[in-house]
C-alpha cells in the first residue's frame, strides 16, 4: 500500500470551530489531493498540490483552505465548521499529473461529523 | 463538464461467474481512465489505469477496455471470488485535466 496516513481518522466537533485534517506521505509523490465524499455525490475534489507552496482549488473548495509547507504534508483547513461539511475526508496522492500515467493512491479517510 | 456514469448501481452474484461492470463518459477528449476499488470504510484502491492509446489493461482476473470514441469502459472480472466484494468506481480527467470526475460506482456483492 502507498505511504498514506491521515489524521484524525475521527472527528466530532461542533458548528463554528476551527478543524485541520492533515496527510503524511512517505512516498516524495509531487501531486497531493483533497476529497471529500458523500452520499449521492460521489467523490469531489476540494483542493489540491502540485509541489511546495504550489495549491489550487477544485470543484468544491468553498469553506476550505489548504497548506503544503513540506513534500510531505497537505493540511486541510475548515476555518469555521459548517453541518454541510460533514463528510468523509480522503486525502491522494500522484507521481504525476492528472492527465499522466500514474494512478492516484488514496488513504483511508477521515470521518468528520460536525453538529 | 465531463460527466460519469455507472451501471449497473448494484450487482450481486454467486461465486465463480464471470462479470462486466460499465463506465460511460461524456467527454471523449481524455488522456486515461482509472478503475478503482473500495471497500467499506476504507479509501480507494487503484486497479487499473488505462492510458487513451491503449485498449485494454489487464491485472490477474480484472481485464478493463476504453472505447473513447463511444465513450465507454468496461471492467470484467473473471471467476469472482467473495472477496471480490466491494464498489468500483471509474474515473477520467476533466477537461481541464486539473481534476478526476468520478462514476458514482457500482456495488458488488458475491455470495459463496
Known amino acids: 500500500d502507498a505511504g498514506i496516513t491521515q489524521s484524525p481518522r475521527h472527528k466530532v466537533t461542533e458548528t463554528g470551530t476551527p478543524v485541520t485534517l492533515r496527510c503524511h506521505q512517505t512516498?516524495?509523490?509531487?501531486?497531493m489531493y483533497w476529497y471529500r465524499q458523500d452520499p449521492g455525490h460521489g467523490l469531489r475534489l476540494i483542493h489540491y498540490?502540485?509541489?511546495?507552496?504550489?495549491?489550487d482549488k477544485g470543484e468544491v473548495s468553498d469553506g476550505y483552505s489548504v497548506s503544503r509547507s513540506k513534500t510531505e504534508d497537505f493540511l486541510l483547513t475548515l476555518e469555521s465548521a459548517t453541518s454541510s461539511q460533514t463528510s468523509v475526508y480522503f486525502c491522494?496522492?500522484?507521481?504525476?499529473?492528472?492527465?499522466?500515467?500514474?494512478?492516484?493512491?488514496f488513504g483511508d479517510g477521515t470521518r468528520l461529523s460536525i453538529l | 463538464k465531463q460527466e460519469v456514469t455507472q451501471i449497473p448501481a448494484a450487482l450481486s452474484v454467486p461465486e465463480g461467474e464471470n462479470l462486466v461492470l460499465n463506465c460511460s463518459f461524456t467527454?471523449?477528449?481524455?488522456?486515461?481512465l482509472q478503475w478503482f476499488r473500495q471497500d467499506p470504510g476504507k479509501g480507494l484502491t487503484s486497479l487499473l489505469l488505462?492510458?487513451?492509446?491503449?485498449r485494454e489493461q489487464t491485472s490477474g482476473r480484472l481485464n478493463a477496455s476504453l472505447d473513447k470514441s463511444s465513450g465507454r469502459s468496461t471492467l470484467y472480472i473473471a471467476a469472482s471470488q467473495p472477496g471480490d466484494s466491494a464498489t468500483y468506481l471509474c474515473?477520467?480527467?476533466?477537461?481541464?485535466?486539473?481534476?478526476?470526475?468520478f462514476g458514482k460506482g457500482t456495488m458488488l456483492l458475491v455470495s459463496p
Open positions: 498540490s502540485y509541489g511546495v507552496k504550489d495549491t
Open positions: 512516498e516524495n509523490h509531487r501531486y
Open positions: 488505462i492510458q487513451s492509446s491503449q
Open positions: 467527454d471523449s477528449a481524455i488522456y486515461n
Open positions: 474515473a477520467v480527467p476533466n477537461s481541464g485535466y486539473s481534476t478526476l470526475t
Open positions: 491522494a496522492i500522484s507521481d504525476g499529473g492528472i492527465g499522466g500515467d500514474q494512478p492516484q493512491h
